[in-house]
């Protein structure tokens, strides 16, 4: 069954801090693709990133990275020198196939505290 | 503001009212969706429409939910006889289908309250 599972329901650092969001999922697609999306006190979702199955290369975006690991079928996003705007709920999805958005699968989502 | 934009940002109802909900894209989008989000849990599709032909719809979807794009362009998600589990977060996303890397710009929501 597809799965994702976002274990840290709340993590709250310090500013200047790094800090990594963990999510795990579950598949027996061989193709399938991950996201991150970001929703702040203001409600809307925002997408961060999105990755295919068949790239495991890891990837950079400022102070945003993501860790792809099939063997551990984990999709980890780290954000180094957090800042007070990174406070927010960041939710991990799958999605199977072609990628369809109305398939994805949601993880429960981890909020996400920087403190001044 | 070009954004997805959701109306009414708040709803407070009484159980056994009917509800409606409006969502404008972003104006070129041709594909909007329909997702439901309770608190501390991420959201859960409904629906969604390209250009005005409903193509998927939840399996989970009660018959007293419905969803409507006339002109492909603004949309609106009805709640018939609301009941207290309908209370939620529902969120309305826009995208622009092109190929394999479609993109969602999601609306702020519309926080329902039935009483």
């Known amino acids: 069954a597809q799965k994702v599972t976002q274990a840290q329901t709340e993590i709250s650092v310090v500013e200047k801090e790094d800090v990594t969001l963990d999510c795990v999922y579950e598949?027996?697609?061989?193709?399938?693709?991950l996201f991150w999306y970001k929703q702040p006190p203001s409600g809307e979702l925002v997408f961060l990133i999105r990755?295919?199955?068949?790239d495991e290369q890891n990837e950079i975006s400022g102070r945003y990275s993501w860790n792809f690991q099939k063997s551990t079928s984990s999709f980890n996003f780290t954000i180094t020198a957090s800042q007070v705007v990174d406070s927010a709920v960041y939710f991990c999805?799958?999605?199977?196939?072609?990628?369809?958005?109305?398939?994805?699968?949601w993880g429960a989502g981890t909020k996400l505290i920087i403190k001044p | 503001d070009t954004g997805v934009s959701q109306d009414p940002r708040h709803k407070i109802t009484k159980r056994g009212q009917n509800v409606t909900f409006r969502c404008d894209p972003i104006?070129?989008?041709?594909?909007l969706y329909w997702y439901r989000q309770t608190l501390g849990q991420g959201p859960e599709f409904l629906t969604y429409?390209?250009?005005?032909?409903?193509?998927?719809k939840s399996r989970l979807l009660s018959d007293r939910f419905s969803a409507e794009r006339p002109k492909g362009s603004f949309s609106t998600l009805e709640i018939q006889r609301t009941e207290q589990g309908d209370s939620a977060m529902y969120l309305c996303?826009?995208?622009?289908?092109?190929?394999?890397?479609?993109?969602?710009?999601f609306g702020s929501g519309t926080q329902l309250s039935v009483l």
């Open positions: 996303a826009s995208s622009l289908r092109t190929g394999l890397n479609e993109k969602l710009f």
């Open positions: 104006s070129e989008h041709n594909r």
């Open positions: 429409f390209q250009n005005e032909a409903q193509l998927e």
């Open positions: 598949t027996r697609d061989t193709t399938y693709y």
């Open positions: 990755r295919n199955s068949f």
């Open positions: 999805a799958l999605s199977e196939g072609r990628g369809s958005n109305y398939q994805l699968i």
